[in-house]
């Protein structure tokens, strides 16, 4: 335990004196906790394919439903040099504002916007944040404390963080403020996008080879309650409307329309090719092949196609949705002969 000090020690030693039994018990608790997203706001956006850099600081960013920006709890208090999991006597106060040297600062507005919130992720796990928009206001306190010299030495720590990252923020800003001025960021966001479909689609068809396993194909004619064929894999033709729903746009912003565009077709339009075989070698066809593994085993534990969309809406959300809603699909019972 060398370098472990305070409650991380506290906690360590407990965890010796534990049967395996106790042990399981913690951890199936907090498990469910994670899990439990029940009557907490949902975040539809994240920052995981991109994180939010404030000079060298990284931070987990989301956006929920009803447009609140949030900074996860863990890298808002790393980002200004505190332990991630820092906690103390009132959980309604952000722990950054505590201490003496800091109440001639704070006012109720900033307690009130400070105070910790409860969301669920885009993959459906429980986490803790706060308002982005604390993230200034907090340095700013720190900052006037130090010239006003009522900082204590450890929040002096604080303060040197509080400095770096409100001088990335000022620079952060004045680029957004131009590009909002000039219009730049709509021709910055369709650049991003040009970006990603170099990235996954290729110039040339691909050579054709076995991509969908049969268990995809297995699995939807169980979840849609249809008998599997024997003799010969024959698929009801809205079986590619499904595919298109359940891979291609859930694989990256813009793809499907891309495929669509650049997919050969014959004079009565129907395509000539596979879509996968556009999909570049090195990015692409990668990142389709994992989305192909982890659908299949959501599969394997959905006992029905709603329950399964449902889960493939937490753990992979169509790129464009502002919800993760499933497609409403016809209820009757399916006959295989399309909807």
Request: charged share 25%; glycine share 8%.
């Amino acid at each position: 335990m060398k370098g472990v000090t305070g409650k991380a020690k506290g906690g360590i030693a407990r965890a010796k004196i534990l049967t395996p039994g106790e042990r399981k018990v913690i951890a199936r608790r907090a498990a469910a906790s994670r899990w439990n997203t029940e009557g907490i706001p949902r975040a539809i956006c994240s920052s995981e394919n991109t994180p939010l850099r404030i000079a060298d600081i990284t931070l987990d960013a989301y956006v929920l439903e009803d447009g609140t920006r949030i900074l996860s709890q863990a890298g808002f208090l790393t980002a200004l040099g505190r332990n991630k999991r820092a906690t103390g006597s009132s959980a309604d106060m952000h722990p950054m504002l505590r201490g003496a040297g800091l109440e001639q600062f704070i006012t109720p507005e900033i307690l009130g916007k400070s105070r910790p919130i409860s969301f669920c992720t885009p993959q459906g796990l429980r986490a803790n944040g706060y308002r982005a928009e604390v993230l200034p206001v907090i340095c700013e306190i720190y900052l006037k404390a130090r010239d006003a010299k009522t900082l204590s030495p450890n929040q002096k720590k604080v303060a040197i963080q509080a400095d770096i990252l409100m001088r990335g923020l000022a620079t952060i800003g004045i680029i957004s403020l131009v590009d909002e001025a000039t219009g730049y960021q709509e021709l910055r966001a369709k650049n991003a996008l040009v970006d990603i479909l170099q990235q996954f689609i290729a110039k040339e068809l691909q050579p054709w080879v076995r991509t969908f396993p049969d268990d995809f194909y297995r699995n939807i004619f169980r979840l849609r309650g249809l008998g599997y064929p024997q003799d010969t894999i024959r698929k009801p033709q809205y079986f590619g409307m499904l595919t298109n729903d359940i891979i291609y746009k859930r694989l990256a912003p813009g793809v499907l329309d891309e495929l669509r565009r650049v997919t050969p077709r014959n004079e009565s339009g129907r395509p000539t090719a596979r879509y996968f075989q556009s999909l570049t070698s090195n990015k692409g066809y990668p990142a389709l092949r994992e989305l192909l593994g982890a659908v299949v085993a959501i599969m394997k534990l959905s006992n029905e196609w709603y329950d399964f969309i449902e889960k493939l809406n937490h753990q992979y959300p169509r790129y464009g949705d502002t919800l993760p809603m499933p497609l409403q699909y016809e209820s009757e019972l399916d006959d295989g002969k399309g909807l």
